[in-house]
């Protein structure tokens, strides 16, 4: 907090100091629907054999990110997706425990790919593209599926987390 007082038969000379006053007005940003702020996806059940090698990936399923209220004076936005980076493959999201049993129960060897459909994006990376943006309603869709990061993957189950950020433009 800030508190400035006007003192009236104060004058200023060589020994007072001046104060400056900084700041930034900025534009409106988006809201995100409160549909996109916790979300499950179901990515699916896979037997160990469709993972044969490391690399191997499993069928990609879509989700998307709605946002509103954007306002006219934004024209894009850069996201950051957060959690838990794979071992084995820091790119990926790892597998976490998420209430569904014990870190025993957990299967190995595999990890989260994430993608806008174009290209992979990785885990906690610290850059991004610029989305672009309009003024309202807007979409981000974008991929997920289970990637394989070791010759061998052993079977269980297969939850993770992970959070977005978004910086408007």
């Known amino acids: 907090m800030l508190a ?12 007072s100091y001046n104060l400056e006053f900084t700041g930034t007005i900025m534009a409106q940003a988006c ?20 993972f044969p090698s490391t690399g191997t990936t499993a069928k990609a399923k879509p989700f998307n990110i709605n946002l509103k209220n954007c306002s006219r ?39 989260v790919e994430i993608s806008d459909g174009d290209d992979a994006i990785a885990i906690n990376n610290t850059s991004s593209i610029d989305y672009p943006l309009k003024a309202g309603r807007n979409t981000l869709s974008f991929y997920i599926r289970y990637k394989s990061t070791r010759p061998m993957v052993t079977s269980g189950n297969a939850t993770a987390v992970m959070y977005f950020d978004l910086q408007y433009e």
């Open 4 to 15: 400035l007082f006007w003192q009236p038969y104060c004058w200023a000379d060589e020994t």
């Open 73 to 111: 004076g934004i024209s894009g936005t850069k996201i950051w997706f957060t959690g838990i980076a794979d071992t084995d493959n820091p790119a990926l999201l790892a597998l976490s425990d998420t209430g569904m049993g014990s870190t025993n129960l957990l299967a190995t060897g595999v990890g």
């Open 31 to 50: 809201d995100v629907e409160i549909s996109s702020l916790s979300q499950s996806i179901d990515l699916g059940q896979f037997a160990v054999a469709n």
